[in-house]
């Protein structure tokens, strides 16, 4: 069911969970894999490896890998602790790294990562939805290999797009877009990106996807419109996407600050801004599960059935 401001209604439901590059291992009776030749985590490497968005079942297999064979487990703060229980047997080291909390320095984390390879440990560094997708991954891989480590890098399904698919919103719809942008809310310095050209982005993004822009709704939103962007045009705040703390917030872009500040949203969020929101009142599949009926069969007003092009 959407959120309404101050409404601060939820979807609860029951998640599904499931109960190096240099040589291979067999799938261990214990290890939850199935039989096969999965990469083997040596002494002195790092992985890099992506928990996913928020529900531990949307982790991949080779990050279940990883985990049963980790000396130590370096994880950020939106890794869920059912994950972390997956590597009973490896040294649990929390890096997480949230807006206005006291956090590791970026610099501290990577210089680890290296000092925890030269001792000779197996290494996961273990993080929110992919390393690669606004996860710092590029600038630890980098250190690393600036350092002689060894690592290998495991994709995870990024918020942007698993979180979103969860409350039944998809990036792309051939009816809506045909190109995707994705964007930061902040830079570097915690504030609004000042060097995105915002014209160009709302000129050309069919539907655009923010991560942890809710700080800066406001500013975004004004940014957008500023630039063309049509106040009316629809949007969804997403937040703690995937677990069964997910709320969402359904809105327009020129109201999605005011509603935030009404609402008792609170970060972590995705904001999608563009027509494929508005697939949420038919693919809302939570909903569904609990016997809700589907709001608009057709949402984006096509006057025939999906299955004709």
């Not at 040596?42 to 890998?65: E, I, K, R, S, Y």
């Not at 902040?186 to 000129?203: K, V």
């Not at 009316?232 to 109201?255: C, F, M």
């Not at 016997?291 to 007003?301: E, H, I, N, S, Y």
Request: aromatic share 4%; net charge neutral; proline share 7%.
């Amino acid at each position: 069911m959407p959120c309404r401001p101050g409404a601060g209604s939820r979807s609860h439901f029951n998640l599904l969970r499931p109960g190096g590059a240099s040589g291979h291992i067999a799938a261990m009776n214990d290890s939850n894999l199935p039989a096969g030749n999965w990469p083997e985590m040596l002494p002195g490497w790092v992985w890099l490896c992506g928990a996913g968005p928020g529900d531990p079942g949307l982790m991949t297999l080779h990050g279940l890998n990883a985990l049963r064979q980790a000396d130590v487990v370096i994880y950020d703060a939106l890794v869920a602790k059912e994950i972390l229980d997956w590597a009973p047997g490896a040294e649990h080291l929390y890096a997480g790294k949230r807006g206005g909390k006291p956090s590791a320095k970026q610099r501290d984390i990577s210089l680890q990562l290296v000092d925890l390879a030269r001792a000779g440990k197996r290494v996961l560094r273990l993080k929110g939805g992919d390393p690669f997708v606004f996860g710092r991954g590029g600038e630890e891989a980098q250190t690393l290999i600036q350092h002689g480590v060894p690592f290998r890098i495991l994709p995870g399904i990024s918020a942007g797009i698993g979180g979103l698919a969860y409350a039944g919103i998809p990036v792309t719809h051939r009816d809506v877009n045909q190109s995707v942008t994705f964007v930061t809310g902040h830079d570097q310095t915690g504030e609004a990106p000042g060097s995105l050209n915002w014209r160009a982005i709302a000129e050309g993004a069919q539907v655009l996807v923010i991560y942890m822009g809710m700080k800066h709704a406001r500013r975004i939103a004004d940014n957008l419109i500023e630039a063309g962007r049509s106040p009316d045009e629809p949007a969804a705040v997403v937040t703690n996407a995937t677990t069964a703390a997910q709320q969402v917030l359904e809105t327009t872009l020129g109201r999605m600050a005011d509603d935030i500040a009404a609402s008792d949203l609170a970060p972590p969020a995705i904001l999608c801004i563009g027509r494929s929101v508005l697939m949420r009142q038919v693919l809302d599949w939570q909903a569904l599960a609990q016997g809700m009926a589907p709001r608009d069969l057709d949402p984006l007003g096509r006057g025939r059935p999906a299955e004709i092009s």
